[in-house]
């Protein structure tokens, strides 16, 4: 099982950056796929989250307007499409998946597969 998270780096306030998350080694089909975040000193936080078969998603609300979360099938990938970005989306980010209903998805507890995290960094 694994979830490759990419994409993190360094941007000023205002700029965008496309996070992605390459799944495989399970069926996950029945599977939700998400993105998490964690800043230092910060509990894990959740951002995003869209189902991999039939469509749904849930957004954070502090990020509603600002991100967009997608998927590609085809390859097998999530992405986090982040714009207008800000100091305090400063984060390490995780994509995680889960088989739990929508209304569970921003319990990062009920995810059962996590990638190991890129660095989002916003700063001037």
């Known amino acids: 099982v694994q979830l490759q998270a990419s994409g993190g780096g360094l941007v000023q306030p205002g700029g965008s950056l496309k996070l992605s998350c390459a799944v495989s080694?399970?069926?996950?089909?029945?599977?939700?796929i998400g993105w998490f975040r964690q800043a230092p000193g910060k509990d894990r936080e959740f951002v995003a989250t869209?189902?991999?078969?039939?469509?749904?998603?849930r957004l954070a609300d502090s990020v509603k307007g600002r991100f967009t979360i997608s998927r590609d099938n085809g390859k097998n990938t999530v992405f986090l499409q982040m714009n207008n970005l800000k100091p305090e989306d400063t984060a390490l980010y995780y994509c995680?998946?889960?088989?739990?209903?929508?209304?569970?998805?921003?319990?990062?507890?009920?995810?059962?597969?996590w990638g190991q995290g890129t660095l989002v960094t916003v700063s001037s």
């Open positions: 869209t189902r991999w078969i039939g469509g749904g998603t």
């Open positions: 080694g399970f069926r996950f089909d029945d599977y939700a």
């Open positions: 995680a998946a889960t088989r739990g209903p929508y209304s569970t998805w921003a319990d990062p507890t009920q995810y059962l597969y």
